[in-house]
């Protein structure tokens, strides 16, 4: 009796082996679907983030820059712009003054000489034309761009202040260097303007200019270097440059504005601590 119980037990305890042994087995496969599943989807996710990754790389080096390219007309530093030829109205390069214009806005018609030579150091100008007809609309908001969107001074090159090898004077307005080089100072700013040597005509005077040039002002809070500025002749309304870049606009368009200075903010050739 003992005997037969003892063979009853065995059997029972292999089937209770093998029962435990596919358990085990169907287990272990299930295991190993979910994990070749879970390394499906983590290569799948993957993928898609470096596909992701490289299309917004792709997309961000294709994205046209702001404004147009203006060829280069040189660096030379002259005391007289008369008879210089530029390229681009208002210019974005070539022969300037050995002073240059500090940030702000300006009441009066500023000399290229000192603007160009804001540029070289990477300043970005707000030039407008008030005897252009005025639209009262305009679009966006300027925006204040964050650290990271500037491009600030990196080197120990300080602002040159050498002066032009030759100094000349044609008599023409807005034409001479009005501020004579002394020591540590080669810089002109809304609070020491040069003279006044051609008076604003009634159209900047006007309502409608005055609230024009305050949107514009408000430009001078989106980076360190921005510079407003009246200008007549210009082919526009208003022209945004930088060294070598331009753009035009026959409106007030806050959005592009903001683009162009931080694009090009303190990107001019020669980098400086002012």
Request: hydrophobic letters at 35%.
């Amino acid at each position: 009796m003992e005997e037969g119980e003892n063979e009853i037990s065995e059997q029972l305890s292999r089937r209770e082996r093998r029962r435990l042994l596919k358990e085990q087995a169907r287990e272990g496969a299930q295991a190993a679907s979910k994990s070749k599943i879970g390394k499906w989807i983590i290569g799948i996710l993957v993928l898609v983030a470096l596909s992701w990754g490289g299309y917004s790389l792709f997309k961000g080096s294709t994205t046209p820059l702001p404004g147009e390219s203006v060829t280069d007309a040189g660096r030379d530093h002259i005391t007289d712009i008369y008879g210089v030829t530029y390229t681009s109205n208002p210019p974005t390069s070539g022969p300037h003054f050995p002073v240059w214009a500090k940030p702000g806005v300006y009441d009066r018609f500023i000399s290229d000489g000192y603007l160009i030579h804001s540029m070289e150091h990477g300043y970005v100008i707000i030039w407008y034309d008030c005897n252009k007809p005025i639209s009262n609309g305009s679009t966006g908001s300027p925006s204040r761009a964050k650290s990271k969107d500037f491009q600030f001074p990196v080197s120990n090159v300080y602002a040159h202040d050498e002066p032009a090898e030759e100094s000349t004077d044609s008599g023409q307005l807005l034409m001479h260097m009005k501020v004579e080089l002394s020591e540590g100072m080669s810089w002109i700013t809304v609070e020491n303007a040069p003279e006044v040597e051609l008076e604003l005509p009634d159209s900047f005077k006007s309502d409608s200019c005055k609230d024009l040039v305050s949107k514009l002002s408000a430009f001078t809070k989106v980076a360190q270097r921005v510079i407003v500025v009246p200008k007549q002749n210009l082919d526009t309304l208003i022209a945004v440059t930088s060294w070598g870049r331009i753009d035009k606009m026959e409106n007030l368009d806050q959005e592009r504005i903001t683009a162009f200075i931080k694009a090009f903010h303190n990107r001019g050739p020669e980098q400086t601590q002012e």
